[in-house]
């Protein structure tokens, strides 16, 4: 079984101070790791995501994640937050070869304030 | 490039009633992903679709099925419905599927569906 999980269910933050939002997850197998944005009335956007090779890895919208094994965790990093960037953030997990379904976390709401 | 598309955008039904909501994939997608999401309990995957076949299903009763069709579009009906299946219904789309899974998944806007 493989569980995803996200401690913050809420962050606010003032614009431009810098932001991390946190993710751990539990596999007995490889998996690869995802976050997902999804603004209001919206779907889920690609953040990023990381297959393998270097732990850290760079998104869209000035955002970065490092993968570190040894902790299972996968924390989302932002130096500096927009208003736009207000929206949920989800971090996911695909087990390799075991049925290409994403498991997600309970997602974490970031708020940006002027 | 068009991304993924999902019809209706809101559907209102009453208990008991069959809904049917449609999506098509990125084109050169051949894998299509449903997935609900409600209130409460967050993202759960429903149904994995390559190729025509269906490849992996999650945790929902068999009155949730689907299929896929020539073109690589999908339906999703939601048979017998129940008030907790009030949710936003979101489809995916990838390249076709590889051995290790990388392929990232795309999607769509979602179709709301409102149990009355």
């Known amino acids: 079984a493989q569980s995803v999980t996200q401690l913050d269910s809420q962050v606010p933050v003032f614009e431009e101070a810098p932001v991390e939002l946190r993710c751990n997850y539990s596999s007995s197998v490889s998996v690869y790791l995802f976050w997902y944005v999804q603004y209001p009335n919206q779907g889920l956007q690609l953040l990023l995501k990381?297959?393998?090779?270097?732990?850290l890895v760079k998104g869209i919208n000035g955002f970065e994640a490092e993968f570190n094994k040894s902790q299972t965790s996968f924390h989302v990093r932002k130096p500096s937050v927009h208003i736009s960037d207000t929206a949920e953030y989800f971090c996911?997990?695909?087990?390799?070869?075991?049925?290409?379904?994403?498991?997600f976390g309970g997602g974490t709401r970031l708020m940006v304030k002027p | 490039e068009a991304g993924v598309t999902q019809s209706p955008t809101h559907l209102i039904k009453t208990r008991g009633q069959q809904a049917t909501l449609r999506c098509s994939p990125i084109?050169?997608?051949?894998?299509v992903y449903w997935y609900q999401q409600a209130l409460g309990l967050g993202l759960q995957f429903l149904l994995w679709y390559d190729e025509g076949e269906e490849r992996n299903r999650g945790n929902f009763p068999p009155r949730f099925s689907g299929r896929q069709f020539p073109n690589y579009s999908s339906e999703l009906n939601v048979n017998a419905l129940e008030l907790e299946d009030s949710a936003l219904y979101l489809c995916?789309?990838?390249?076709?599927?590889?051995?290790?899974?990388?392929?990232?998944?795309?999607f769509g806007d979602g179709t709301r569906l409102s149990i009355l």
């Open positions: 990381y297959l393998s090779g270097s732990t």
């Open positions: 995916a789309s990838s390249l076709a599927e590889t051995v290790y899974s990388n392929q990232p998944q795309h």
């Open positions: 996911a997990v695909i087990r390799i070869n075991a049925g290409n379904m994403l498991t």
């Open positions: 084109s050169g997608h051949t894998s």
